[in-house]
């Protein structure tokens, strides 16, 4: 186990703009997708904060897990544990099953994969 300032830091930060977009932001687009996408680099920065892991790998298995998560939501797993009154878990876990929320975890798996190759070449060109 390994402790990861940066990626701590970067978990925090990405978890206010995520609070502040469940509370204050009520569009179509930013609100259902872009948290949607966000969440996933979220939980890669937490995981990166304690582990050191494969980029690649590590991504694709947060993907896996939120399409676990969203399976779990069309099978209205809130409301089988009896938690639909919670209003913390009925967020977290959330409610509604949309094939779109799949793609928006898709984009941000990818945007983890394009940050790691783009940070890889830069360090490369640089060093030379």
């Known amino acids: 186990m390994l402790f990861n300032r940066k990626y ?39 995981i990166r904060t304690f582990f ?19 399976v779990a939501q069309y099978l209205n797993i809130v409301d089988l544990l009896h938690l639909q009154n919670n209003k913390i878990a009925s967020v977290v876990i959330g409610t509604s099953f949309a094939w779109l929320d799949i793609l928006a975890y898709f984009i941000g798996t990818l945007a983890i994969i394009f940050v790691k190759q783009l940070t890889e070449k830069s360090f490369i060109t640089s060093s030379n």
């Open 52 to 70: 050191q892991l494969p980029v690649i790998k590590t991504a694709v298995a947060i993907f896996l897990f939120a399409c676990c998560i969203e």
């Open 8 to 46: 701590l830091l970067l978990f925090i930060l990405l978890f206010f703009v995520e609070v502040y977009i469940a509370l204050y932001v009520h569009d179509d687009i930013i609100r259902p997708y872009g948290g949607d996408t966000l969440v996933v680099i979220l939980i890669y920065f937490f």
